[in-house]
């Protein structure tokens, strides 16, 4: 990217919008960073001199940017979406997309009309564990895939304009959607609210996918110890990858059930770690 290189705006200069803001610095792409907090923008002008900053995304249309990614509380996303999408930019908008799915239907419903690219933050579809996970589905490696579920726990960050499934749980959903190469045709979900009234902060939902698949996500905020557990029952072959450990260790078990007789029996098998980049 010489003469074309790209000039991306971040607006939200958040914990995750600071994330996008320091990578598109490395890959020399950031371009402009809005942020409403005038205190915080004070601070930004002098990490980032280079830079257009403002605490206006009106502002920021004068520049001409390639595109935005929007970091900003999950409640302000539709707004600020629109109004990039009909400056015709294209736009990265961080999970959980909306807060609801009429939103959501209108976003896509502009973005087709004003012809621009609109994306969603699903950025576990691109982490090297998955996409290794995903060529040894794709190779039969662990034979039909009849099971999936995920572990997303941790003792906070606690938030106040989403809960706990808005917050977590839409990583593992892409990621269903992914493995299963569908969409659930039934989807059960509950939870409780412990901490703060009307804001879920432990879930368990369960989706069923055609051919008698399926999968549940367990997320939850109110919880001893951090687990990103992600587990794929296979009928060659089951795999556990273990996001929150320091290593990430992806294995594969040589587990399968033999269905001859009257009655299933396990077959048990090594396990072994199974290499990724």
């Known amino acids: 990217m010489n003469k ?10 958040g914990k ?10 490395k890959l ?5 960073i809005v942020e409403k907090n005038i205190k915080v923008n004070s601070k930004l002008k002098s990490n980032y001199p280079e830079c257009f900053i403002s605490s206006s995304i009106e502002k920021s249309f004068d520049i001409d940017f390639d595109g935005y990614i929007v970091a900003t509380p999950p409640k302000t996303h539709y707004e600020v979406a629109k109004k990039i999408i009909f ?10 997309f909306t807060l609801n799915l009429d939103e959501a239907i209108k976003l896509n419903k502009y973005a087709k009309k004003k012809d621009v690219s609109l994306m969603v933050g699903h950025l576990l579809l691109f982490h090297p564990a998955f996409i290794k996970i995903k060529n040894l589905i794709d190779e039969n490696f662990i034979g ?21 499934l808005w917050s977590f749980a839409p990583h593992d959903i892409a990621l269903f959607n992914y493995f ?3 969409e659930p045709s039934d989807i059960v979900s509950s939870g409780i609210d412990i901490l703060q009234k009307g804001i879920h902060d432990t879930s368990i939902t369960s989706f069923k996918y055609p051919s008698n698949r399926m999968g549940h996500i367990f997320v939850s905020w109110l919880h001893p110890f951090k687990e990103h ?18 290593n990430k260790p992806l294995i594969f078990y040589d587990k399968t059930v033999d269905l001859k007789g009257d009655l299933p029996k396990s077959k048990l098998g090594e396990s072994y770690l199974v290499e990724y980049e």
């Open 4 to 13: 074309q290189q790209l000039r991306l705006c971040v607006v939200g200069a």
């Open 16 to 25: 995750w919008g600071l994330n996008h803001v320091k990578t598109l610095r």
């Open 28 to 32: 020399n792409a950031l371009g402009g």
């Open 87 to 96: 400056n015709n930019k294209p736009v990265l908008v961080e999970k959980p």
């Open 144 to 164: 039909k895939i009849q099971y999936i579920y995920s572990n997303r726990l941790n003792l906070g960050r606690f938030r106040n304009d989403e809960n706990v």
């Open 180 to 182: 299963f190469e569908g």
């Open 229 to 246: 557990r992600f587990v794929i029952v296979g009928s060659k072959g089951m795999i556990h990858f273990e996001d929150s450990e320091e």
